[in-house]
């Protein structure tokens, strides 16, 4: 199952489907708020709190959209048989309860369950997708609708006083067929221009809010409020943790452990999900404090580059949180030399903004104007993530990889079809 679902289940949907990322949800939903709007049309996103969602799906409802979406009959068969007459037993304190029958829902816990439930959930996505009611936000000429991480949803809304009553009545008969039910009380409106506050938010039932948590990412109106919501956030927390685990009797090699089991995962989670630039005082701060961690605020008796080195050269491979941070935003800008068929929403919206090849732009030389191509914040700010990385490698000048294919330093290419 794992290996057709990419096939069966839209780019839409990214939580458990081999090959999609948490950051696509993320990057695409940046362009969407962060990217300048051409039409005045009042826009909101509604990130939807869906009710205990893997325990409510219907099991006849479930076993109709496997075969709905082509799953042959023995692997339907099989997964009726792990749903015939289930039992389960709550544990508290090592005293369980008797056992009692299942009758909905996919198991948590089960690796099955989370497939599954990507499964239940995708009719709800096609028909957002198909309805010319709901009216999604256009960016680059390309209407973005829905965007899902298991029971994470966020719906992107154009039209609010006409296309919300269309959203709850899907919601409503979806609920009906399903059994999933959204907590509308719970869920999040997010006014994405000023037009949106011109209308009566008020009288929808949402919860109208500036800034909201989506996948574990605080998102802002403002697209330079990211830092500070996020990144200053995480560096508060830091900076507590290591204090507290200051007077712990551990060895250098612990130390440094804590930094790459604790401090790193928190921080790369971030690079990775975050399109924004970081200017080199942050990990100058950031280096300090593990420098004065690791060494109890003790002199350094070692090298921080030494330290940074692969155990295998020497080193004690403490991280280099700037190397990673730069790894992470290469992965992102790695998408617009492969634009293909399967190209994501976030990947076709950076391409479409940008009246020169980017491709082109990644390998022009450093001193480039970028904004005379672009106006889109999110890939000015990876450019400029990429210029820092090729000072740091000196590689500052016109790249020989560069593409002849729509490249407005080759006039050739702006002027004959053949290119």
């Known amino acids: 199952m794992e290996k057709v679902l990419p096939s069966v289940i839209s780019q839409d949907q990214t939580g458990f489907i081999k090959g999609r990322h948490l950051s696509s949800n993320l990057r695409r939903l940046f362009n969407v708020i962060y990217s300048p709007a051409k039409s005045n049309t009042p826009e909101i996103l509604l990130s939807l709190d869906a009710e205990k969602a893997f325990d409510m799906i219907e099991w006849n409802y479930l076993f109709t959209a496997l075969e709905k979406f082509g799953f042959g009959p023995n692997i339907c068969a099989w997964i009726k048989l792990l749903y015939t007459s289930p039992e389960a037993s709550v544990c508290i304190n090592k005293i369980c309860s008797d056992y009692f029958k299942l009758e909905r829902g996919t198991r948590q816990g089960c690796p099955l369950s989370p497939l599954l439930f990507a499964i239940a959930i995708e009719p709800l996505a096609v028909h957002c997708r198909n309805s010319h009611q709901i009216k999604g936000i256009v960016r680059e000429g390309l209407e973005q609708k829905i965007s899902l991480y298991a029971d994470d949803m966020v719906l992107y809304i154009s039209d609010p006083e006409n296309t919300v009553p269309a959203v709850l009545t899907a919601l409503t008969e979806f609920q009906k067929i399903s059994g999933l039910r959204i907590n509308l009380n719970k869920s999040i409106l997010f006014p994405v221009n000023s037009q949106a506050y011109n209308i009566k938010l008020d009288t929808l039932p949402f919860t109208i809010a500036d800034q909201f948590k989506y996948l574990g990412v605080n998102i802002t109106s403002k697209h330079n409020a990211l830092y500070q919501q996020n990144f200053g956030v995480c560096m508060e927390k830091i900076?507590?943790?290591?204090?507290?685990?200051?007077?712990?009797?551990?060895?250098?090699?612990?130390?440094?452990?804590?930094?790459?089991?604790?401090?790193?995962?928190?921080?790369?989670?971030?690079?990775?999900?975050?399109?924004?630039?970081?200017?080199?005082?942050?990990?100058?701060?950031?280096?300090?404090?593990?420098?004065?961690?690791?060494?109890?605020?003790?002199?350094?008796?070692?090298?921080?580059?030494?330290?940074?080195?692969?155990?295998?050269?020497?080193?004690?491979?403490?991280?280099?949180?700037?190397?990673?941070?730069?790894?992470?935003?290469?992965?992102?800008?790695?998408?617009?030399?492969?634009?293909?068929?399967?190209?994501q929403a976030w990947s076709a919206i950076e391409v479409k903004s940008c009246s020169t090849s980017l491709y082109s732009l990644l390998c022009s030389p450093i001193n480039e104007s970028y904004r005379k191509y672009t106006n889109n914040p999110i890939v000015l700010y990876s450019l400029r993530i990429w210029n820092q990385i090729r000072k740091h490698f000196k590689m500052e000048n016109l790249l020989s990889v560069a593409p002849l294919q729509g490249n407005h330093l080759f006039q050739p290419s702006q002027v004959y079809p053949v290119f």
Do not use: C
């Open 239 to 343: 900076k507590q943790d290591l204090h507290r685990w200051s007077t712990l009797h551990l060895t250098l090699a612990g130390r440094i452990n804590i930094v790459k089991m604790n401090i790193l995962p928190k921080l790369l989670f971030l690079f990775q999900n975050i399109s924004i630039y970081i200017n080199k005082s942050f990990f100058k701060q950031l280096d300090s404090i593990i420098t004065s961690f690791i060494w109890n605020s003790k002199h350094p008796r070692i090298r921080r580059a030494t330290l940074q080195r692969p155990q295998a050269e020497g080193g004690m491979a403490l991280p280099n949180f700037q190397f990673y941070y730069w790894a992470a935003n290469i992965q992102a800008i790695k998408t617009w030399t492969q634009i293909n068929a399967h190209t």
